[in-house]
């Protein structure tokens, strides 16, 4: 996924962009009775600078909430309007005036999915499926919105006959009729072939050859495919190469693979031991960092995949096992479930004077020297509102008011939040406003609150007095954010 960021001295300001990985986004789907409201959901997600978003409709509320945010946005047709969609042009015409056309590009929807897992559905309705697209890839060239929007539909791993060993990848016979006029039209009109990628059912199903370690980018030994001789380290590159065998066995080589939906649940059945935070946290965090390193796979190396995290919240109404209701990275109180790092990157530390105390208690979450004003004050406001930070301590007459600016007050917020938060990296992103670092930022009379600490703890304390003043920290962070400001106002002149 594209990202550009600043590393700083308070000497010295250089700019460098480095943009490579494949897209990284998340499934928000609300089969849920106990969820956020939308913009609550979305001033989530702009916290966490998450840029992509799948949902599973073309609800109103959802889109106009989605508008000038800058998120790309995927959008479906549930399997339920298939047979509309498919059988009159007029349904997809109207559904693309009334429900998108109002809100696009304010609402900047990059992708339409016709049905979901077909293949899996009780009734056969796969043969809607291509019609539908037709259909509504007709409407999208009445608007003239078809090259910005692309159309496909979203598959499950049952549309193999085979996946192992990957180069035997092959589509079931008894869907093509189905997939051979999709994979034509998706090849015409360079849209993606969309797969729902699930180590973890592998791993539960058939943990008698499947490693646990294998499933979570954590194996320290490679399983050889007998037939191409290629080293697989991870599930998930064994599989989407079972999709890209597949492809290329009926010579759909250019079609690219875009991966809709993975993830690990965090929680599930008795029976369903590998369902722990931990796993999923392993997961996730591998999955980031091998996506954005860009290593692609052993068949495709160094292609980029676009990937979709499943999902931003846990859904109680969803059906099933224990795990079913257990996949979210948030509960709906929009706290996390687990530490994520949606960068990659792993924790970063600032250390803006030498002279400052390391603390032996943990960590703490200021604000970054690369982040600009508004998302400095975006960050803070949420903070001090829905975050339920308590903010007394930085207003006038109180201990951390002083230095009165705008990165010594986000700073103080930004880590009431994270600790409270179980001081985990995604409750210190911000949108990537914040940074963790291991000095401690507290000065004169102002307390940084530590893990487990009582929230008011800073209004009431008084901090071990340092050899030198974070204010001079902040004066400097305040001109390097202002100097970064400029200086991209120039680039764009």
Known sequence: MGCTFLFATLQLLTLFGVCRGGKIGICYGRNADDLPTPDKAVQLIKLHNIKYVRIYDSNIQVLKTFANTGIELMIGIPNADLLAFSQFQSNADTWLKNSILPYYPATKITYITVGAEVTEAPSNISAMVVPAMQNVLTSLKKA????????????????LSRSFPPSAGAFSSKFALFLKP??????????????????????????????????????SSEVIDPNTGLLYTNMFDAQIDAINFALMALNFRTI?????????PSKGSPKETAATPDNAQTYNTNLIRHLINDTGTPAKPGGEIDTYIFSLFNENRKPGLESERNWGLFFPDQTSVYNLDFTGKGTVDINPDTNMTTSSNGTWCIASANASEPDLRNGLDWACGSGNVDC????????????????????????????????????????????????????????????????????????????????????????????????????LL
Request: hydrophobic fraction near 35%.
């Open 182 to 219: 999709m994979l034509e039209f998706l090849a015409e009109n360079q849209s993606p072939f969309m797969v729902n990628i699930y180590p973890y059912y592998a791993y539960r199903d058939s943990s008698s050859n499947v490693s646990l370690d294998y499933a979570l980018f954590e194996s």
């Open 144 to 159: 003239g919105l078809h090259k910005k929007i692309k159309v496909s539909s979203t598959h499950s791993l049952g549309v």
């Open 256 to 264: 690219q693979i875009m991966v809709t939906e993975t993830g690990w």
């Open 392 to 491: 007394s301590a930085i207003q006038p007459s109180q201990p951390c008011f002083e230095p009165d600016n705008l990165v010594s007050h986000a700073s103080y917020a930004f880590n009431s939040y994270y600790q409270q938060n179980g001081a985990t990296d995604i409750a210190c992103s911000f949108g990537g406003a914040g940074v963790r670092t291991n000095q401690n930022p507290s000065y004169d009379n102002c307390l940084y609150m530590t893990l487990g600490a009582n929230k008011t703890a800073a209004a009431n304390a008084t901090a071990n007095p340092s050899s030198k003043s974070l204010s001079s920290y902040v004066q400097a962070a305040t001109t390097l954010i202002l100097g970064c400001s400029f200086m991209a106002s120039f680039v």
